[in-house]
């Protein structure tokens, strides 16, 4: 018989399995950094080269001696931190009134709300540019703030995980004295950790990776996030490939650590999110 407390080890034949899937989608991340340390002329060649001759850093000086880069780059880095912000208050604020407060419509308001999520981008960028327009926020950073200042992502995924913490917490806290909020931000938060680093990392590579509304918002190139500057820069200067693959890696690498230092609690959270619906 297995002793239940010898720690199970993990199955063999899952790492068979794994570890070719694991390979297949490192290869393209393991391209792009061999790449941005290539010379044009090594890029270029044909067959491709697969792997460089030498260390040539000439794309990444290129890219760190364009003016407009480094603004670019914090631009992103401001959007994306306020998005993430945001996106943690209201969402948990939302979340927290779903999972726990009973009002008139409150069903009926999580069907809506939960309806928008399949609304494709496409049908609502027009009116949410039109309101950009009449906000004056049109060419400026605001512009592509406030429509993400809160998702109906955030907010379903902090009710299923409020759902699944026992109300015996809170109701000791009500005892006391305490109101909503000071439950909400005392004791519930802290044990929340997970849901806020899930949302955390998956609003902060919606908010980094968003292409398509900076290319409607923004004109002025002053105003560029880095994956809009980076397009304009790859398209002016498509024969400097060591530079383009240069600007993507250092555009993918704040994705990269913000998930590797997320990645246990984001675990935790798909799989603790899903036990009350």
Known sequence: MN?????????????????????AFALPLVWLLLSSVMSDAEINRFPPALWPDGIDLSGYRYVMGNAL???????????????????????????????RMRFGGSRLLLALMLATMVVPFQLTMIP????????????????????????????????QFFLSLP?????????????????????????????LATVAVLTFLTAWNDLSWPLIAINHDTMYTLQLGLTT???????????VMAGNVITVLPVLVAFLLAQRTF???????????
């Open 3 to 23: 002793d239940p407390t010898t720690p199970r080890r993990p199955s063999l034949g899952w790492h068979l399995l794994l570890a070719p899937l694991a390979l």
């Open 69 to 99: 880069f480094p603004r670019w780059f914090a631009n992103s880095l401001i959007v994306a931190v306020v998005s993430v912000a945001s996106n943690l208050l209201f969402g948990a604020l939302g979340g927290y009134a779903f999972a």
């Open 128 to 159: 949410t540019f039109l309101v950009m327009k009449w906000l004056g926020l049109i060419d400026t950073l605001g512009a592509l703030i406030v429509p993400s200042l809160v998702t109906p992502f955030a907010v379903f995924l902090f009710r």
């Open 167 to 195: 109300r015996e917490i809170e109701e000791a806290a009500w005892i006391d004295g305490c109101s909503r909020l000071r439950v909400l931000f005392s004791i519930v938060l802290p044990l929340a950790r997970p849901a």
């Open 233 to 243: 820069f790859q398209g002016q200067h498509h024969t400097k490939w060591s530079a």
């Open 267 to 277: 675990i935790q959270s798909l799989t603790s999110s899903g036990i009350k619906g």
